[in-house]
């Protein structure tokens, strides 16, 4: 099993950035995804979560109306759309299923910044 993020970067306020998360090893449509994320000094926090069919099912409240979780099963792909970005969202983003199962990635570092 093996999930890669990637898209992370540096983004002024206000900007937009979006992530993705290839899935390898497991049979990808058969999970829900969930992108959490890490910032310093703190605990990993559920983000977004989206059905194995596509529907985003709920986002922390901290992101709702900025942040878009979208799948590709054909790609075995999940993104996270991220729009009016806050310094506050600065963190390591990843992917893994809603629960956790998989073996965690290295991550994409998202810092926003002036």
């Known amino acids: 099993v093996q999930l890669v993020e990637s898209g992370g970067g540096l983004v002024q306020p206000g900007g937009s950035l979006r992530l993705s998360c290839v899935a390898s090893?497991?049979?990808?449509?058969?999970?829900?995804m969930s992108w959490y994320r890490q910032a310093p000094g703190k605990g990993r926090e559920l983000v977004a979560t989206?059905?194995?069919?596509?529907?985003?099912?709920d986002y922390v409240d901290s992101v709702k109306g900025r942040f878009t979780i979208s799948r590709a099963n054909a790609k075995n792909t999940v993104y996270l759309q991220m729009n009016s970005l806050k310094p506050e969202d600065t963190a390591v983003y990843y992917c893994n299923d809603d629960s956790g199962t998989f073996p965690w990635g290295q991550g994409t570092q998202v810092t926003v910044s002036s």
């Open positions: 090893g497991f049979t990808f449509i058969s999970y829900r």
């Open positions: 989206i059905t194995r069919y596509g529907v985003a099912l």
